[in-house]
T-cell receptor, first 112, second 115 residues
Framework: SQQGEEDPQALSIQEGENATMNCSYK?????LQWYRQNSGRGLVHLIL?????REKHSGRLRVTLDTSKKSSSLLITASRAADTASYFC????????????FGTGTRLTVIP | DAGITQSPRHKVTETGTPVTLRCHQT?????MYWYRQDPGHGLRLIHY???????DKGEVSDGYSVSRSKTEDFLLTLESATSSQTSVYFC??????????????FGEGSRLTVL
C-alpha cells in the first residue's frame, strides 16, 4: 500500500504565482523526500526533510513537515513554466525495509 | 546524474513471453531498485538489492524476479509476461548509508507493452 498521498492531484496556476502541494502519510517516518518528474522522464530528487526538522528551504522550494499530523507541504514560489511537472513525496519508515514509499503525485501545470 | 542506463527503453511483447529489463549504473551505488509506475498508483516497489547477490521483494513482486551478479547491473525478469504487467519500469540507485536517508537516482524508464 502507498505510504504517501498527495493533494491536490492536479494544480494549474499562472506563471509567477506560488504553488503548494501537500502530502499525508500513515506511519512513523525517518525522513520525507520530494521528487519531480518531467513528462516521459525519470524522477529527480528535490529535497529531503528529516523527522526532527520542521522546515527546510532550497532555492524557490520550501518544505514543511508536521509529524503530529503526519503531513508535509511543498511550496514553489514565483513559479515558472519550466516548473511544469509531476511532484511526488516519498517517505522512509523508521523501521522495516530499506526503501522509499511514493505517493501518487501532484501534476503541476504552470501557464506562461 | 548517477549514470543509470535502462535497456530497452521501449518494448512491445506478447502475453506469455519472457522479458528482461536491464539496469546499468556507473556510480558504484550499493542499493538498486526496480519500480513500476502506473496511472493512479504512483511508483510501487517490485524488488530491490542491497548488494551483489542480495535481493529482496517489494510490495508488487509477484510475477517478477531479479538478479544482481555485479554491482553495476540489476536485471528484472518477467518469466511469462501478462497484460497487467504493461507499465513503465524505473530503475533507481542509492548510496549506502548508515541510516535510512539519502536520495534515489532514477533511470529514464523502460516502457513495456504486453499485448
Amino acid at each position: 500500500s502507498q505510504q504517501g498521498e498527495e493533494d491536490p492531484q492536479a494544480l494549474s496556476i499562472q506563471e509567477g504565482e506560488n504553488a503548494t502541494m501537500n502530502c499525508s502519510y500513515k506511519t512513523s517516518i525517518n525522513n520525507l523526500q520530494w521528487y519531480r518528474q518531467n513528462s516521459g522522464r525519470g524522477l529527480v530528487h528535490l529535497i529531503l526533510i528529516r523527522s526532527n526538522e520542521r522546515e527546510k528551504h532550497s532555492g524557490r522550494l520550501r518544505v514543511t513537515l508536521d509529524t503530529s499530523k503526519k503531513s508535509s507541504s511543498l511550496l514553489i514560489t514565483a513559479s515558472r513554466a519550466a516548473d511544469t511537472a509531476s511532484y511526488f513525496c516519498a517517505t522512509v519508515r523508521q523501521t522495516g525495509a530499506n526503501n522509499l514509499f511514493f505517493g501518487t503525485g501532484t501534476r503541476l501545470t504552470v501557464i506562461p | 546524474d548517477a549514470g543509470i542506463t535502462q535497456s530497452p527503453r521501449h518494448k512491445v511483447t506478447e502475453t506469455g513471453t519472457p522479458v528482461t529489463l536491464r539496469c546499468h549504473q556507473t556510480e558504484n551505488h550499493r542499493y538498486m531498485y526496480w519500480y513500476r509506475q502506473d496511472p493512479g498508483h504512483g511508483l510501487r516497489l517490485i524488488h530491490y538489492s542491497y548488494g551483489v547477490k542480495d535481493t529482496d521483494k517489494g510490495e508488487v513482486s509477484d510475477g517478477y524476479s531479479v538478479s544482481r551478479s555485479k554491482t553495476e547491473d540489476f536485471l528484472l525478469t518477467l518469466e511469462s509476461a501478462t497484460s497487467s504487467q504493461t507499465s513503465v519500469y524505473f530503475c533507481a540507485t542509492r548510496l549506502a548509508a548508515r541510516t535510512n536517508t539519502g536520495e534515489l537516482f532514477f533511470g529514464e524508464g523502460s516502457r513495456l507493452t504486453v499485448l
